[in-house]
């Protein structure tokens, strides 16, 4: 089996394992992804992971792990989500995928990045990312439904950040490895936030820790 056959079975598979019914084009469309991000990454150097292997695992799959949690959160059908750090489009390229009716807007620091993200999203067709250059405690509020981070932050930092950015009945996830209860410990002793929740993901054919957070401010846990 050539390469591109083996990734696309094996994409398949992780769609399975994640009970997560996608046609296709949506398979399609991240293998698409990946490529480009391999194309650029020689040149561009806009992710440490190198071979295709370690992108399909550690970036799409992982990616991947925390769509069926957010299906299952009764977010509403035109949720607009934020993607803070995005780095090369993660989650948000593949957020957009599995999500048409979702609005994606990346963020990121590094225009490098945000060209990239930017190619990506024309050349993918879509129509639903939106890519913003710049630092996030800069920008104007973004009213967004749901944020979003992969590794991107102390939990303290991020809140501090991205908090501005929520909408007032919004959601704020952060995407770990193991649990960072250091980090717990400083965002409930230094910020207005709390952990609210927290899941352990399973990505598949990684044979390692990953969680998400749940934040919430303090105020509202209060009422």
């Not at 932050?153 to 909408?167: F, K, M, Q, V, W």
């Amino acid at each position: 089996m050539s390469r591109a056959g083996d990734f696309q079975a094996r994409t398949k598979a992780a769609l399975d394992q994640l009970s997560m019914v996608d046609g296709t084009d949506r398979i399609d469309r991240m293998l698409q992804y990946l490529e480009l991000l391999q194309r650029w990454n020689r040149t561009y150097n806009l992710t440490a992971v190198r071979e295709p292997e370690g992108m399909l695992t550690q970036h799409i799959f992982d990616s991947l792990a925390v769509v069926p949690w957010l299906r299952s959160a009764g977010l509403p059908q035109h949720t607009h989500v934020a993607d803070m750090g995005s780095g090369a489009g993660l989650p948000g390229i593949i957020l957009a995928i599995c999500q048409p009716d979702w609005q994606i807007t990346c963020v990121d620091a590094v225009e490098k990045k945000t060209v990239f993200i930017r190619q990506a999203a024309g050349v993918l067709g879509l129509g639903n990312v939106q890519v913003v250059h710049g630092r996030i405690e800069a920008l104007a509020p973004l009213g967004s439904d749901l944020i979003v981070s992969r590794a991107f932050a102390s939990l303290a930092d991020y809140a501090r950040l991205c908090a501005p950015h929520l909408a007032e009945s919004g959601m704020m996830l952060a995407m770990k490895g193991h649990f960072p209860e250091t980090e717990q410990y400083d965002l409930e002793h230094t910020t207005d936030w709390c952990v609210r929740e927290v899941v352990d993901l399973a990505v598949p054919e990684l044979d390692a820790r990953r969680c998400l957070i749940r934040l919430g401010s303090k105020e509202a846990h209060a009422r």
